[in-house]
């Protein structure tokens, strides 16, 4: 399985991004795919992830009201919007998709300007 993660960049804050994360390869019809962030200094932590059946897990509660993720099974995508970006929102973001294992995609940079 590839992921191509691609829709970073640099934004103002209160402004919005929205990233995409596209599954190739021997992808399963059962697979979560999710968001991972990195912020300079920080550990990666867990962003959020849909189900294959479209339901939402938040990880991070800075998120929520902010952030929504979707998915496109026939396409093998899923989209985040981000809104209202804050400075804090400032990270490299990395998608992942779980099927027999957890695969990563490269990152794509989101940089949210005060």
């Known amino acids: 399985v590839q992921l191509q993660a691609s829709g970073g960049g640099l934004v103002q804050a209160g402004g919005s991004l929205r990233l995409t994360c596209a599954a190739s390869g021997r992808t399963r019809d059962d697979y979560s795919i999710g968001w991972f962030r990195q912020a300079p200094g920080k550990e990666r932590e867990g962003v959020l992830c849909?189900?294959?059946?479209?339901?939402?897990?938040y990880y991070a509660d800075s998120v929520k009201g902010r952030f929504t993720i979707s998915r496109d099974n026939a396409k093998n995508t899923v989209y985040l919007q981000m809104n209202n970006l804050k400075p804090g929102d400032t990270a490299i973001y990395y998608c992942?998709?779980?099927?027999?294992?957890?695969?990563w995609g490269q990152g794509t940079l989101v940089t949210v300007s005060s």
């Open positions: 849909i189900s294959r059946s479209e339901e939402t897990t």
């Open positions: 992942y998709a779980d099927t027999i294992k957890r695969y």
